[in-house]
């Protein structure tokens, strides 16, 4: 796969200089590359820090609009659907227009989204303004990507890819602390305001210190009904992974909507080769490496997000913790990712992507099953080893399956690149989420009624069964008030114990998938397109 690879450097008004930009074609802030790195982790920390802190002020938010348990859903799935239905066309619009511009509009829109929330008085205005969130968010996190791959020259690429991980995981991971404060001290509001200064920092450090960088062959025109059709494939394949848990995986309304899912796809797949600029060059993900990135970044996240899911349950539900203690619990996990990631990006310059990823892979495969066999009485110590060991693991992933996904597209395309990245990301957890929780929900299921006659506790209709099975499959005991205190003891050790068996086998699936990519990452080689931005940004 080739490209043209000259730059065109533009300057705060977008006007094109005309001439190729070279190692030092500006001075002082403009352009330095580990300045735009450290704006563009301001502006990515925002969005990864509301993947997660959002879930700690939804019971506060329910309690305080008045909002049932299906509205507070709609708070993570419209921003979720949002999010994953427009990242290639945002990638595209920064291919398009410069991804300085589609950065800064992101920056901008998703503070003000957030201030929105905040000042919101419905659930109704929440959900809206999440859907906005999740819009301007798409256009920041491709546009993110595309900025370091036109900045940093090859032999330094990994390295900025590997600090951007580290945002992203550290991020991801502290929100439940953060978010946990917040709400505890201040308000569930505060958990979106905080995003408005550190979005004006970011838009700042934009104005400030961004370049512009757009290939001399990006794409002049958009590809319309593309569009429409993969956004349409998007939506039906994400709505159906979010509602089957609810609706159920036999349920013809699942299959209808994966079904049409397939046909748009494949629709949109005859019409790329049709059509003279596509949105997604079909030639690109002839890319064999591309496109085991892209599949070794979903099924990483199938691994990571969907067994990650349940942990927070096991420790807030089964051991008792505020969600400041499961947070701070969580610090194996994100410590390692921090101290891993720049490592990971040093390994990978040197010795290409295959080894770091294969072994990061089979870390979390190792890592997933040591969860497996945790329990009601696993110590804070055991379960810090396998935390750390998942931090160890994802850190070469995170930043490996990155750079082979873009450094393996043409410049011209890196917008699309990054849109794919974190699209696979975003597919592979809900689709993680919706299986294991599936695989959970089956296990509870199955084992429930049998530990519940094993303990001797009254006989339930099957209305009473329904209804406990979905308290254990979070780790809740469904205890009824007025239950005298030894049935209490009872009901609460089956549910534990049962909630357990689910989530041994939810990991145990999860370190089958983490297995798979092993294989997956073989097929993986360091990007061939790497240099087309070398060198653009002054070090």
């Given at each position: ?79 979720f ?7 290639i ?13 589609t ?9 003000a ?5 905040g ?37 330094k ?18 929100g ?6 917040l ?183 190792i ?19 396998w ?16 750079e ?8 011209e ?40 006659a ?43 114990d ?18 798979v990519a ?22």
């Amino acid at each position: 796969m080739t490209s043209q690879t000259a730059i065109d450097a533009t300057g705060p008004g977008g006007k094109a200089s005309g001439t190729p930009s070279g190692p030092h074609s500006t001075g002082g802030l403009r352009g330095h590359a580990w300045l735009t790195l450290l704006t563009v982790a301001v502006g990515v920390m925002m969005v990864a820090l509301d993947g997660t802190i959002v879930a700690i002020a939804n019971p506060a938010i329910a309690k305080n609009l008045h909002a049932s348990f299906s509205d507070v859903q709609w708070i993570t799935n419209a921003y979720f659907l949002a999010l994953a239905v427009t990242l290639i066309t945002a990638g595209k619009l920064g291919d398009r227009f410069g991804h300085r511009q589609t950065f800064l509009i992101g920056v901008t829109g998703f503070a003000a989204a957030s201030g929105a929330i905040g000042l919101s008085h419905s659930i109704a205005a929440v959900v809206t303004f999440r859907v906005f969130q999740g819009l301007f968010g798409a256009l920041l996190m491709p546009a993110a990507l595309g900025l370091l791959r036109a900045t940093f020259p090859a032999e330094k690429l990994n390295m900025a890819i590997g600090i951007w991980g580290m945002v992203i995981g550290a991020s991801t991971a502290g929100g439940p602390i953060l978010g946990g404060v917040l709400v505890e001290h201040v308000n569930w509001q505060s958990v979106f305001f905080i995003n408005v200064p550190v979005g004006v920092l970011a838009l700042v450090l934009g104005l400030l210190i961004l370049l512009d960088h757009r290939a001399e062959n990006a794409p002049r025109s958009f590809d319309i009904p593309g569009i429409a059709l993969l956004s349409g494939a998007m939506f039906c394949l994400v709505w159906a992974l979010i509602k089957a848990p609810d609706w159920g995986w036999g349920d013809g309304r699942t299959w209808l909507f994966i079904v049409v899912s397939m046909v748009l796809f494949g629709l949109f797949a005859f019409w790329e080769t049709k059509v003279a600029e596509p949105l997604i060059p079909l030639g690109l993900l002839r890319s064999v490496p591309l496109s085991a990135g892209v599949v070794l970044m979903a099924l990483m996240a199938i691994a990571f997000l969907g067994g990650l899911f349940f942990v927070t349950f096991y420790l807030q539900n089964v051991h008792g913790m505020s969600p400041i203690e499961a947070g701070l619990h969580l610090l194996p996990l994100t410590g390692m990712m921090i101290v891993a990631s720049p490592v990971a990006g040093l390994a990978i310059t040197k010795l290409g992507p295959r080894i770091p990823l294969a072994g990061g892979m089979a870390a979390t495969a190792i890592a997933m099953y040591g969860m497996s066999t945790l329990d009601t009485g696993t110590g804070s110590g055991l379960m810090s080893v396998w935390f750390a060991l998942l931090g160890l693991g994802l850190a070469p992933v995170m930043v490996g399956a990155t750079e082979v996904i873009v450094g393996n597209a043409p410049m011209e395309l890196s917008g699309v690149a990054g849109g794919l990245q974190q699209a696979a990301m975003q597919i592979g957890g809900s689709l993680g989420t919706a299986v294991l929780g599936a695989v959970m929900a089956s296990k509870v299921d199955s084992d429930l009624p049998g530990n519940w006659a094993g303990a001797g506790l009254p006989k339930l209709t099957p209305a009473q069964l329904d209804q406990a099975s979905e308290a254990v499959q979070v780790g809740v005991a469904p205890v009824a008030k007025g239950t005298p205190e030894p049935v209490v003891a009872k009901i609460t050790q089956v549910a534990h114990d049962t909630f357990i068996s689910g989530m041994s086998l939810a990991s145990l699936v999860a370190a089958g998938v983490a297995a798979v990519a092993v294989l997956v990452a073989l097929l993986t080689k360091r990007g061939a397109n790497a240099e087309a931005g070398a060198g653009v940004g002054h070090i």
